[in-house]
């Protein structure tokens, strides 16, 4: 079946500091990833996503590659800001099905 | 609309008493999601609407929970006894035709359902 697995929060990080988040995968065929992102109190909102291998998603200075030889589809950020302090979860969907979540990773950013 | 709307935001039930949480998704999106976030677990997913077609029901965890999408538009999630364990946050999500594999969802605030 379908998995995604991401590393355990929280992660605590300075402000400027380099964010790295790693997600893995497991799923039949090319499935499209994604990392979504839940600011305290709000709902979830797609942060990035890349469909095919090699594909690099961006967004906010939010970068995340997807690696079909390691499975993977880690989120980095050069430089962190308290305004990131949120949960962010990596997800894969197969061609015309739902989403699979990770469990989520609770990142704090302090000054 | 301009997203996806869920009411209530929140609601405190009595253990045994039925609940209906409802999910108003973006003009057009033909396909719908519900999926369900325990406090310190991730996504768990419940039960998926695409078009006409018969609903994904594999996620619901038992028979006390049901949904249906009236018109292809709006969707109710109904739990019927409800125990303390189904206390969680609800969320619904839509996307258009093409599909979460390539536009992604979009979410609704949710709703946090508390059963005492």
């Known amino acids: 079946g379908n998995s995604v697995t991401q590393m355990e929060g929280p992660v605590t990080l300075s402000e400027e500091a380099f964010l790295t988040i790693n997600c893995t995968y497991t799923a039949t065929g090319y499935p499209s990833l994604f990392w979504y992102v839940q600011y305290p109190g709000e709902g979830l909102q797609l942060l990035l996503k890349?469909?095919?291998?090699?594909d690099k998603g961006s967004n906010k200075g939010f970068e995340a590659t997807y690696r079909k030889e390691t499975t993977s589809f880690h989120l980095e950020k050069g430089s962190v800001q308290v305004s990131d302090s949120a949960v962010y979860f990596c997800?894969?969907?197969?061609?015309?099905?739902?989403?699979?979540f990770g469990t989520g990773t609770q990142l704090k950013v302090e000054l | 609309g301009a997203g996806v709307s869920q009411s209530p935001s929140n609601k405190v039930t009595e253990k045994g008493k039925d609940v209906e949480l409802r999910c108003d998704p973006i003009s057009g999106h033909t396909a719908l999601y519900w999926y369900r976030q325990s406090l310190g677990q991730g996504l768990e997913f419940l039960i998926y609407f695409q078009g006409n077609s018969a609903p994904d029901k594999s996620g619901l965890p038992s028979d006390r929970f049901s949904a249906e999408r009236t018109g292809g538009s709006v969707s109710t999630l109904t739990i019927q006894r409800t125990q303390q364990e189904d206390s969680a946050v609800y969320l619904c999500a839509s996307s258009s035709g093409q599909g979460p594999s390539y536009y992604g969802y979009t979410f609704g605030s949710g709703t946090r359902l508390t059963v005492v």
């Open positions: 890349a469909t095919k291998a090699d």
């Open positions: 997800a894969l969907s197969p061609a015309g099905n739902k989403l699979t």
